[in-house]
């Protein structure tokens, strides 16, 4: 979704988390939008979506990150879950190799559900945990180039690239609406008189605000 609403900020991004249980979705939330990690693995939070606006190009950007509630146990994420999406960020952990082999079935559950220009960040959750690690980051960083996808290790607890994902999502979103408008405004210049419809393709759908949000 991207709305230009005046003065708040001027684009809204869904951006959504996937990947295993455990891997450490949460607490990528928890650290970015509040600057708070939890030890304790408490399964559901109960929080559908956090935000936090931050500046992208000199334009004001609201990202809406919805995190699952522990469906993705039973892979039950239903589609409303991807439904606007714009960007994924696809968590695996370092230390639990199975996490990193179910990349490959999260990215076709994004291709069934998902638009199809959503931008998709891998993220090696748990990047302190060096002592036990399970995936090299030479494989992921295969796997990213392969698929398409940009890729970072990241560690919640460390506030290790948090930021930096989140940063790289919304720039590859803004980038690609940024084109997308250009293109429009030139198709305007060479037919003058006539009217345009600024398609931002599938950045567009409604939102749905719970009072449980930050911000
Ligand atoms: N060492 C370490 N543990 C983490 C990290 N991120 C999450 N965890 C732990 O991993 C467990 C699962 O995290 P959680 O955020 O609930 O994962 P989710 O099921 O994917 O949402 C919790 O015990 C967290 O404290 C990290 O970056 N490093
Ligand atoms: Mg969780």
Redesign the pocket.
């Given at each position: 979704m991207a709305y230009k609403v005046d003065h708040e900020y001027d684009y809204l991004f869904k951006i959504v988390l996937i990947?295993d249980?455990?891997?450490?979705?949460?607490?990528?939330l928890s650290r970015f939008t509040r600057n708070e990690?939890?030890?304790?693995?408490?399964?559901t939070i109960g929080v559908e979506f956090a935000t936090r606006t931050l500046q992208v190009e000199g334009k004001t950007v609201k990202a809406q990150i919805w995190?699952t509630a522990?469906q993705e146990r039973y892979r039950a994420i239903t589609s409303a879950y991807y439904r606007g999406a714009v960007g994924a960020l696809l968590?695996y952990d370092i230390t639990k190799r199975q996490t990193f082999e179910n990349v490959l079935r999260w990215l076709h559950e994004l291709r069934d559900h998902a638009d199809s220009n959503i931008v998709i960040m891998l993220a090696g959750?748990?990047?302190?945990?060096n002592h036990l690690r399970a995936v090299l980051e030479q494989d992921a960083h295969l796997l990213a180039e392969k698929e398409g996808l940009s890729f970072l290790e990241?560690?919640?607890?460390?506030a290790l690239n948090i930021e930096k994902a989140f940063q790289t999502i919304l720039l590859d979103i803004y980038q690609i609406i940024s084109r997308k408008a250009l293109a429009a405004q030139e198709a305007v210049a060479g037919l003058p008189g006539q009217g345009t419809s600024i398609n931002v393709g599938d950045y567009s759908s409604n939102l749905s605000r719970r009072n449980c949000c930050s911000n």
């Open positions: 990947g249980s455990g891997v450490g979705k949460s607490n990528i990690f939890c030890l304790e693995s408490k399964s995190d522990g968590v959750n748990k990047a302190d945990l990241t560690s919640a607890l460390e």
